[in-house]
């Protein structure tokens, strides 16, 4: 079965290109729900205008899905709550 931890350790590797950081430790998660072997993540970007970001939600869709025993995959992105920096993790935030 598929656990929460599953895909939070997925998403570690998954990576914003521009701070060189992965979006678990950014504070870009909002929420993960597994049902059985769907799932649903909801995350947001670091701002709306941010260029990276059909490439950090396929990134996401794709490191999510490949996960064993996951048969679908729904990344959804929202904007509220805007992020902040102190949504980082404290190693990040004291390293950028």
């Known amino acids: ?15 914003d290109p ?3 950081a992965d979006i678990v430790s950014i504070g870009l998660i909002y929420g993960i729900n597994v049902d059985v072997d769907k799932v649903k993540v ?21 490191r999510v899905e490949a996960i064993p025993g996951v ?7 929202v904007w509220d709550p805007l992020w902040s920096p102190e949504m980082m993790s404290d190693d990040l935030r004291y390293t950028i």
């Open 1 to 15: 079965m598929v656990t929460t931890a599953d895909v939070l350790d997925a998403l570690k590797s998954c990576k």
């Open 71 to 77: 048969k679908s995959a729904d990344i959804e992105l």
């Open 42 to 62: 909801t995350l947001t970007m670091t701002s709306p205008m941010c260029p990276v970001t059909s490439l950090i939600l396929a990134d996401a869709q794709l």
């Open 18 to 20: 521009e701070l060189d």
